[in-house]
């Protein structure tokens, strides 16, 4: 069954000087500045893109990584990720650095690291950055 999820951004003004406003809308959890200074200098407070994708990133990895955990009969009893997300402007969105660090009874570093890699190929959301680099740093926590 094919789940849709709906976003909206209402923006006003140029690329430089304008801002916006996205709304999370499917799930109504809140509506949050984002302008191009926070894309390509500090946030101070507003998001980006790719913040947003490094949201979903993480989540979507986490997903992921413990279905592959489950299925291997050592689920996890915490995983914590990190994704962070480059722009480049002229460029675009360059890629994604996943960190996890993760405590999985059963598992060695070795299995883990590569249950993890695993994990990252099985997340829909690298697949949709497919034409970026994704590094990925795992370890195995107690």
């Known amino acids: 069954m094919a789940a849709t999820r709906t976003a909206r951004n209402v923006w006003e003004g140029d690329l430089f000087k304008g801002s916006g406003v996205v709304s999370l809308d499917s799930s109504g959890i809140g509506s949050y500045p984002v302008s191009w200074p926070a894309r390509t200098e500090e946030p101070n407070g507003v998001t980006s893109p790719e913040e947003l994708i490094a949201a979903a990133h ?6 992921a990584f413990s279905n592959v955990l489950a299925k291997n009969d050592t689920p996890p009893t915490r995983l914590e990720t990190t994704a962070e997300v480059t722009f480049v402007p002229g460029k675009g969105i360059t890629g994604s650095h996943l960190t996890v660090r993760g405590t999985v009874p059963g598992l060695d570093a070795e299995e883990f690291r590569r249950l993890a890699q695993e994990g990252e190929k099985n997340c829909p959301v690298s697949q ?9 740093d795992a370890e195995l926590t107690s």
């Open 58 to 63: 993480s989540s979507c990895y986490n997903m």
């Open 128 to 136: 949709a950055l497919a034409g970026t680099t994704i590094t990925l």
